[in-house]
């Protein structure tokens, strides 16, 4: 019975840890549209068409998050200050992926990168 819970316990562990294949942005420009684009991707964040006919749009991959003290204050006895905790939150950067389209609507570059 330990044999079949533990097998079991490790098949919903590795199960949880699989991951999604990479797509290869390189491979897909010249043949890829912004209509694809958004049905695979949803609509983007932000989006600017210019007057050429040029689409630069940017789909957020991960929220900027901070992690830390978020107000941890101590009081240590017989001390009136009210301090912060000793070690300053860590800030993790929003991550995009910008895709610009061609005139023609086909993919012509991509870039990921923090802002």
Same mark, same amino acid.
């Given at each position: 019975?330990?044999?079949?819970?533990?097998?079991?316990? $490790? $098949? #919903?562990?590795?199960?949880?840890?699989?991951?999604? @294949?990479?797509?290869?942005? $390189?491979? =897909?420009?010249?043949? %890829? +549209?912004?209509?694809? /684009?958004?049905?695979? #991707?949803?609509?983007?964040?932000?989006?600017?068409?210019?007057?050429?006919?040029?689409?630069? /749009?940017?789909?957020?991959?991960?929220?900027?998050?901070?992690? !830390?003290?978020?107000?941890?204050?101590?009081? =240590? @006895?017989? %001390?009136?200050?009210? !301090?912060?905790?000793?070690? $300053?939150?860590?800030? *993790?950067?929003?991550?995009? #992926? =910008?895709? +610009? *389209?061609?005139?023609?609507?086909?993919?012509?570059?991509?870039?990921? %990168?923090?802002?």
């Amino acid at each position: 019975m330990k044999t079949i819970l533990l097998a079991l316990l $490790a $098949a #919903l562990v590795l199960a949880g840890c699989a991951t999604t @294949p990479k797509i290869d942005w $390189a491979a =897909r420009v010249g043949n %890829y +549209t912004y209509d694809q /684009a958004v049905l695979e #991707l949803g609509p983007p964040d932000k989006v600017a068409k210019l007057d050429n006919g040029i689409i630069v /749009a940017d789909w957020i991959t991960q929220s900027a998050q901070t992690i !830390g003290p978020t107000g941890s204050y101590y009081v =240590r @006895p017989g %001390y009136y200050c009210v !301090g912060m905790a000793g070690y $300053a939150p860590t800030y *993790f950067p929003a991550w995009y #992926l =910008r895709l +610009t *389209f061609g005139a023609d609507g086909k993919l012509t570059a991509w870039k990921k %990168y923090a802002q």
